[in-house]
């Protein structure tokens, strides 16, 4: 999508579930090549949010398009991109 001028590209991660359930996990998405990667760390949206709305929030890992052409590699006119990415449940406080 365009983010102002420039088209970007975004990842990220929606939970089988409501934001109650959602906000028990916590996520991470890392893209990269050539020495250097992109990180985002986050809170999953539930799947009932639309993924209009979460890209409208801006929340996930957003990636230029040349930078993502720059970890494509080779003659940067082809987009190959490596997503990784791992979830977790935040540990409950047993103070609380």
């Known amino acids: ?5 420039a088209p970007v590209y975004m990842a990220f991660l929606r ?13 991470s998405l890392e893209v ?3 020495g250097r990667k992109l990180t985002w760390e ?9 993924h ?6 801006h929340d996930g890992l957003i990636i230029q398009r040349n930078m993502a052409l720059f ?3 080779g003659d940067r ?3 190959k991109l490596r997503v990784t990415g791992r979830i977790w449940k935040e540990q409950q406080n ?3």
């Open 42 to 50: 986050g809170i999953p949206r539930s799947i009932r949010d639309s």
């Open 15 to 27: 939970f089988m579930g409501d934001d109650n359930e959602a906000r028990n996990f916590s996520y």
């Open 52 to 57: 209009r709305k979460v890209r409208d929030s």
């Open 32 to 34: 990269g090549a050539n």
């Open 1 to 5: 999508f365009q983010l102002g001028m």
């Open 77 to 79: 006119k082809e987009l």
């Open 71 to 73: 970890f494509s590699g």
């Open 94 to 96: 047993q103070d609380a």
